[in-house]
């Protein structure tokens, strides 16, 4: 199962809105409603910030948001701010499998 | 409050075995309706799930590294486990042990992990 693709960069200033996107396949993104983003600060652990799809964890602000079409996840973050440049990643649920992607750096200009 | 905490060797040789436990405090292994799992990150690397497990042995595990991986638990200790044989260099990483959110699938996401612990593969 090949990981899902990610654009390793994506930027905004303070206040704007970024798209990240996951693209992957039939077999997991598309067929499955077990999408997750993760957050990670360096040397940090992950921290979930959106799972099956749309969902927020307790504690997650409403700027954080997450959609899925097709075979192609995104999450919107809105109201850029300083303390969200860090790494993001996506993974599916994939058939007792769970795949990730390649994360994408996040800097907040 | 619910924690995790890896412990295991820092360091281990070319094809010897690697071992982690994952510790949970502030809940009960045997009580949760989780499956637990281990997530591990190459250095300056994305995200790999390995294998999770249910407090009652059910397990899943991931197809590239099945042939290689055991993973236990231990309910009476609130604990479980990880085995990783025949190592390389290609399994340095830091490993992180990582329970689902509440009501969500088996395999779905993970919302609490441990700190991590690092695992060097060297001679």
């Known amino acids: 199962q090949s990981a899902l693709t990610q654009p390793p960069s994506a930027s905004g200033s303070p206040g704007q809105s970024v798209t990240i996107s996951c693209t992957g396949t039939?077999?997991?993104?598309?067929?499955?409603?077990?999408v997750s983003w993760y957050q990670q600060h360096p040397g940090k652990a992950p921290k979930l910030i959106i799972y099956e799809v749309s969902k927020r964890p307790s504690g997650v602000p409403d700027r954080f948001s997450g959609s899925k079409s097709d075979n192609t996840a995104s999450l919107t973050v809105s109201g850029l701010q300083a303390e969200d440049e860090a790494d993001y990643y996506c993974s599916s649920y994939a058939v007792y499998n769970l795949i990730f992607g390649g994360g994408t750096k996040l800097t907040v200009l | 409050q619910l924690q995790l905490q890896e412990s295991g060797p820092g360091l281990v040789k070319p094809s010897e075995t690697l071992s982690l436990t994952c510790s949970v405090s502030g809940g009960s292994i045997r009580d949760s309706p989780y499956f637990w799992g281990w997530v591990r990150q190459s250095p300056g690397k994305g995200l790999e799930w390995i294998a999770s497990?249910?407090?009652?042995?059910?397990?899943y595990q991931n197809p590239s590294l099945k042939s290689r991986i055991t993973i236990s638990v231990d309910p009476s200790k609130n604990q479980f486990s990880l085995k990783l044989r025949s190592v390389t260099a290609a399994d340095t990483a830091v490993y992180y042990c990582?329970?689902?959110?509440?009501?969500?699938?088996?395999?779905?996401?993970?919302?609490?992990w441990g700190q991590g612990t690092i695992v060097t593969v060297s001679s």
């Open positions: 990582a329970r689902p959110p509440p009501l969500s699938g088996d395999l779905g996401a993970f919302e609490m």
């Open positions: 497990i249910f407090h009652t042995g059910t397990t």
């Open positions: 039939s077999s997991d993104i598309g067929g499955f409603n077990y």
